[in-house]
C-alpha cells in the first residue's frame, strides 16, 4: 500500500483492532521488565515507551478522550486520598517559599523559552510556549489560539514530560536508599470494599464530567482531587481504588503521551532537536536546585523535593510519588500551585516576550 508513491509503514497497514493488540503486548512487556527492574511507576512508563514506539513507527490510534478524562479523574481522587488537614496546614505555614520557588521556575522556563525564540530555534512564540513547565495540553491549546506553532509546543512538551517521567523513576530507583526490602508484591484483585469503591467511582466520573463541562484546564483530574480532598478531610469519603483500576488510568495516561510522538511530528521537530533538548535538561537541572533549597529550608526528604519541583507533566509525577516513598501531599500541593500560575500567567507571558522578540533583520 502506498500513498504519493511512498509505502507506508507497517503499523499503519493493520487495522485500529491490530493496532491496539501490538500497544497492549509491547506495553505489557516492557512494564513487566520495568517491574522487574523495580522501577517505580513501570506501569506508566512500560506503556509511555509503547505507545511512542507505536506512533513513530506509523500507528494511527489515539487514546479516546472519554477513557482519558476517566483516567485522570481516577488519578486525582489518589491523590485526594493522601491529603489531611495537616497537609493543608503546613502548606499555608510555607506559602511564601512555595510561591517563590514556583515563580523561580516558571522566570527560568520563560529565559529558555525567550532565548530560544531570540535564537529562532523554534518559530515565533513556540519556544515561549513549549517551554511553560506543565499544563502540557493547556500550553498546547492556548499556544495554537495565539498563533505558536501548535506541533512543536505539543512536542517540547510531551518530550520534557517523557524526560521528567524518566529521570524522576530513575531517580527514585537508584539515587534514594530503599534499605534491603524489596518492593512489595502487587495485589491486582484485592478485597473490595463495596461502598468506597462506588463512592470513589461517582467522585470519579462526576468530578471528570464536571472538569470537563466548566472546560477547566486538566479538570477531569483537578476537580475530582480537590472535591474528594475535602470530602476525605472531613470524613464524608473514603477512596477505594484497587491496583487493577490504577493500572489502567497509568496506562491510558502513558499511551496519552507516547502517541503523540508520531514520525511527522519527529522530522518536523528534527533541526531544533538537540536545543529542545539542552533546554529541557537545563530546567531540570534548574528544578534541581530548587529541590535542594527545599531540602535545605524544610528538611523534605530529597526525593519528595524532586518530584515537587520537576516541570510536569502533573499526572505523571503524581503517579511516580504515588509509586514511591515520598510526601505524596506535599508533592502535588507544590505541583498544583504552579500548574494554576502557569494557565494564568502564560499567555500574558508568552504575550509580553513576543512583543520583544524581534528576529535578526535580513540584509
Known sequence: MTVNGSALPVLARLPRAGQWAVLLAVSATIAAFLEAAALPAALLLGPMIAGILVGVGGGTIRVPRKPYFGAQAIIGCLIAGAITPSIVVSFLQDWPLFLAIVLSTLFASSVLGWMMSRWQVVPGTTGVWGSSPGAATAMVLMAEAFGADARLVAFMQYLRVVCVATAASLIARFWVDAGDAGPAAIVWFPPIDAGPFAATLVLAGLGAAAGWRLRIPAGPMLVPMVVGAVLHSLGLIEIE???????????????????????????????????ILLSIIAL?????????????????????????????????????????????????????????????????VARFIARRTQPPAST
Do not use: K
Not at 260 to 270: D, E, I, K, P, Y
Not at 285 to 303: H, I, S, W
Not at 309 to 323: L, N, Q
Open 241 to 275: 481504588l484497587p491496583e487493577w483500576l490504577l493500572a489502567a488510568a497509568y496506562a491510558l495516561i502513558g499511551w496519552n503521551i507516547g502517541l503523540g510522538f508520531t514520525r511527522s511530528v519527529l522530522v518536523h521537530a528534527a533541526r531544533a532537536l538537540l536545543q
Open 284 to 348: 531540570i537541572a534548574f528544578c534541581g536546585g530548587l529541590a535542594f533549597v527545599l531540602v535545605r529550608t524544610l528538611g523534605v526528604d530529597p526525593l519528595t523535593a524532586y518530584l515537587a519541583t520537576s516541570p510536569g507533566g502533573m499526572d505523571s509525577i503524581a503517579i511516580i510519588a504515588a509509586s514511591s516513598d515520598v510526601d505524596l501531599p506535599f508533592v502535588m500541593a507544590l505541583q498544583t500551585v504552579r500548574f494554576f500560575l502557569v494557565v494564568l500567567l502564560g499567555p500574558t
